[in-house]
């Protein structure tokens, strides 16, 4: 049963996400979103962590200290930040986040829209819960500071104007479609 759970889960997850890029004219992305959800590696750890409340991930991080599902998925999907996290460039050669490309910013927003809808059906979804979900761990992530403001200008306008001017708004000046 938790298997099952988990897959509408998911795919729910990927149709609400297929559907915002779709709005704003990524439709090659919104197609294959979250594909490596559906792999071994990463649906049998989402089926036995599965609680419907958030992501089994984070049961399995709890558990063993790490969620080998999120190693795989970050780094087979280019809309997560941590997809992109290198060394930087001397003389500092600390781990930093890099520059991400304007689509997959886009598409880790609809993903961020997506999994605060699912996640917050009991709860009550709002427009301004996915940037209320960013503001509780912004201060500790590792994104580059373009991504990082491009990021928090759509989810704050997400936030004060809706989807629906937001989305506008992102497919005439940040897609250029």
Not at 35 to 45: A, D, P
Not at 67 to 78: D, F, I, P, Q, T
Request: glycine fraction near 6%.
């Amino acid at each position: 049963m938790k298997a099952w759970k988990h897959f509408c889960t998911i795919t729910y997850h990927k149709y609400l996400v297929a559907k915002g890029c779709f709005a704003v004219g990524l439709y090659r992305q919104g197609l294959l979103h979250d594909l490596s959800k559906y792999s071994w590696t990463e649906f049998r750890i989402g089926a036995k962590y599965y609680q419907g409340t958030r992501s089994p991930n984070n049961a399995e991080r709890e558990e063993n200290g790490y969620s080998s599902a999120w190693l795989h998925h970050k780094g087979r999907n280019k809309h997560h930040y941590e997809y992109w996290l290198d060394y930087g460039f001397p003389p500092d050669r600390r781990i930093t986040g890099m520059r991400m490309p304007e689509k997959y910013v886009v598409e880790m927003f609809m993903d961020r829209i997506a999994a605060c809808k699912v996640y917050m059906k009991e709860s009550g979804y709002h427009d301004a819960a996915p940037w209320e979900y960013y503001a509780r761990s912004k201060s500790i992530l590792l994104m580059h500071d373009d991504t990082r403001a491009l990021l928090e200008k759509m989810l704050l306008m997400l936030a004060e104007k809706g989807e629906k001017e937001t989305f506008a708004y992102v497919k005439k000046e940040i897609l250029n479609r």
